[in-house]
């Protein structure tokens, strides 16, 4: 239960830590069944909480930084009138240096709490996506892919004025070179049919119950955590949003930290996690593993 950690430390989904320099925190949301723990507040600062070496796998969507504040785009394809292009204030447009340092923050403490052989899916658009490449070699990780994500029903460019865009990179990277990568090779290639999987991933999106600016797709969740985690490993997500990382998880039978500093998507969380807008459906399918139940109690 949330009480007894709530003077001893943070809850890193199973267990308690202690940390004599830190006041402990309570979390947002605590699901002791699922183990999935949910703190509403900074990464940057929360991170530094989680102890050396503990992580199995983490994704991560942060900040693209490519919205301009307040603008306002006439539209001309048919649909509405206008689009605000500025979504949520975390999406404001900052100077270079402030990305390089952002980055490097959260990134340096990812990088200490993954276990060996233990990898970061990190996603990002044309406005990131290089500032995270380079944060990231930098510091020492070993990139191993980049990922394609095409979204096929993407919208259109709504000016006109350039190509209309269709995906999205995600890097793929282990904490350093040492080590052996935690790569579920053979289930991807069943879930591809018996042929490697590409580093092309495409998917339609579909139309969510609630509202938020950049929701993840529950496919590429499950590739990701399909992909680098073994049941019942420990998975975080820094940059919550709308709960899709913690919400695949659970259904996958891992446990899951988040972090998300605004407190309304925190109801949003808690509301996908306690089953408000319906129950997790698998989308990947392999003859052996589809619908499968759990094969142990986390």
């Known amino acids: 239960m949330i009480e007894q950690f709530e003077t001893t430390g943070f809850i890193c989904a199973e267990e308690k830590t202690s940390y004599g320099k830190y006041e402990a925190i309570k979390p947002y949301f605590y699901d002791d069944k699922r183990k999935i723990a949910l703190y509403n507040g900074d990464a940057l600062n929360l991170l530094k909480r989680v102890p050396d070496k503990y992580i199995d796998l983490i994704f991560a969507d942060p900040p693209y930084f490519g919205n301009q504040s307040g603008l306002v785009i006439k539209r001309n394809d048919g649909h509405a009138d206008s689009f605000d292009t500025q979504k949520a204030q975390w999406a404001y447009s900052k100077s270079l240096n402030y990305q390089f340092e952002f980055h490097y923050s959260w990134l340096k403490e990812a990088q200490r709490i993954l276990k060996e052989g233990a990898t970061i899916w990190v996603t990002g658009t044309y406005h ?3 500032v995270i490449n380079v944060v990231l070699q930098d510091l020492g990780f070993k990139i191993l892919n980049d990922i394609i994500l095409h979204k096929r029903n993407a919208p259109p460019n709504f000016k006109g004025s350039c190509f209309r865009a269709v995906t999205e990179t995600m890097l793929w990277a282990k904490k350093n070179t040492k080590g052996r990568t935690k790569f579920n090779y053979k289930v991807m290639k069943e879930l591809n049919g018996g042929i490697q999987m590409k580093n ?4 339609w999106a579909e139309k969510n119950p609630f509202r938020h600016p950049a929701t993840k797709q529950t496919i590429v969740l499950e590739y990701v955590i399909l992909a680098g985690s073994n049941e019942c490993d420990l998975i975080l997500d820094p940059f919550a949003g709308s709960g ?3 919400y695949v998880a659970q259904g996958l039978n891992r446990k899951c930290i ?8 925190c109801q949003l969380i808690k509301d996908r996690i306690e089953g408000k807008y319906g129950e997790f459906r698998r989308k990947t399918k392999t003859k052996r593993e589809v619908q499968k139940p759990a094969s142990q109690v986390c």
């Open 128 to 130: 990131s996506i290089g």
């Open 244 to 246: 899709t990382t913690g």
């Open 200 to 203: 092309i991933w495409e998917y």
């Open 258 to 265: 988040m972090i998300e500093i605004d407190s309304n998507y």
